[in-house]
């Protein structure tokens, strides 16, 4: 309890009433300043311990949270590349298939095309035939 009214009779006025004096709180020149502060840091070893402990649990913690989401992540990216390659099927079928139908369009217009001109052709021989067959018929009496 003594060193406790010592502390505390360091606080008391110093000297007589009147004119300022130094502000602050005089040094206990018996013990000095480091005594003083050895209970405050011992007080503060528990606490810096702790401190420690709670730092290494989230250390850990924070290491298996990674760990776990590293897994997560690899095995959403499995699954993104195997619908993926399924996905890149579907178009790819889809693709040929709209494919395959505009081919079929175009051979349907071009047989279709064909048939007119060989019956353009048909019609037009007939006609031509007699032309030329005229012509060579006019120039064998020209001739003879």
């Known amino acids: 309890m003594s060193t406790m009214l010592d502390r505390l009779r360091r606080f008391r ?3 007589t009433p009147g004119g300022a004096g130094p502000v ?3 040094m206990d020149s018996r013990t000095g300043v480091p005594a003083e502060l050895v209970p405050v840091f011992r007080a503060l070893d528990a606490a810096i311990a702790d401190s420690e402990e ?3 649990r989230a250390s850990e913690q924070a ?3 990674i760990a776990t989401a590293r897994t997560d ?3 959403m990216v499995m ?7 399924g996905e890149q099927a579907e178009v790819t079928a889809a693709i040929q298939a709209r494919a395959d139908s505009a081919v079929e369009q175009l051979l349907t ?3 279709a095309a064909a048939v007119q001109l060989q019956e353009a052709g048909s019609q037009r021989m007939d006609s031509l035939v007699a032309a030329v067959l ?8 020209r001739t003879s």
Do not use: E, M, Y
Not at 134 to 141: F, Y
């Open 73 to 75: 992540a690899a095995g």
């Open 24 to 26: 602050g709180v005089p």
């Open 134 to 141: 005229d012509r060579l018929r006019a120039d064998v009496w």
């Open 79 to 85: 699954d993104a590349r195997a619908r993926a390659t």
């Open 63 to 65: 290491a298996g949270l």
């Open 109 to 111: 217009t071009a047989a």
């Open 13 to 15: 006025p110093v000297g």
């Open 54 to 56: 709670i730092r290494a």
